[in-house]
């Protein structure tokens, strides 16, 4: 399967415990983009990287969510001292380098914050 | 700031109706318009996508879409629809940054 991959598929934490996703993209796009996701509601971004650079990050939601990509292939979105309203879908995304090319999703990771 | 608005929350149609659901966006600069389509256990997909040119974009399994930029519109349309279109479809508008809908959940019933 060359499509984006995610991992875990599924988190459940405590309140108060950092959880970390991982997100492959597809080999050849140098864009990667992540999102979250509610019940009900559309994909939120939240921030995206331009092979290692990040050149949007304003749109994450507290400073406790960071996210990296350090060798400008995979990435990571952590989630510092989860709280129970960070319960969500956590979607990656890749795309070629133009802000025209199509995102390709990922599967998601959901997480839940008991 | 942008944003985008999408009316019809749920629609529920017979198979051969026709569809449109309606999506408007707010950005006063140039603007890159999508179509997202995320059938039941399955990843968001692309439908279709406008750039420039042609306002009347086709995509795949026959829908179609049209920027009307005097309306701020991007509206999906399917001439009829078939109990495989029952999903939840996004728009999306990219500007200086990516905007999602709230969606809307199609039911096509057999």
Redesign the interface.
């Known amino acids: 399967d060359t499509g984006v991959s995610q991992n875990p598929r599924h988190k459940i934490t405590k309140r108060g415990q950092n959880v970390t996703f991982r997100c492959d993209p597809i080999s050849e796009h140098n864009r990667l983009y992540w999102y979250r996701q509610t019940l009900g509601q559309g994909p939120e971004f939240l921030t995206y990287f331009q092979n290692e650079a990040q050149l949007e990050k304003s749109r994450l939601l507290s400073d406790r969510f960071s996210a990296e990509r350090p060798k400008g292939s995979f990435s990571t979105l952590e989630i510092q001292r989860t709280e129970q309203g960070d319960s969500a879908m956590y979607l990656c995304a890749s795309s070629l380098n133009t802000p025209q090319e199509t995102q390709y999703f990922g599967p998601g990771t959901r997480l839940l914050v008991l | 700031a942008q944003s985008?608005s999408?009316h019809n929350h749920h629609v529920i149609l017979s198979e051969a109706a026709s569809l449109e659901l309606g999506c408007n966006y707010s950005y006063g600069g140039t603007v890159?318009l999508?179509w997202?389509v995320q059938y039941p256990g399955q990843?968001?997909?692309?439908l279709l996508?406008y750039?420039s040119g042609d306002p009347l974009v086709k995509g795949i399994k026959g829908f179609e879409a049209e920027f009307i930029k005097s309306k701020f519109s991007f509206n999906l349309r399917k001439p009829s629809v078939q109990w495989s279109d029952t999903a939840e479809y996004?728009c999306?508008v990219?500007g200086n940054?990516?905007?999602?809908?709230?969606?809307t959940s199609l039911t096509v019933i057999p």
């Not at chain 2, 940054?97 to 969606?103: A, M």
């Open positions: 985008v999408q890159n999508f997202y990843h968001l997909q692309l996508k750039f996004f999306a990219a940054q990516f905007y999602f809908g709230t969606g």
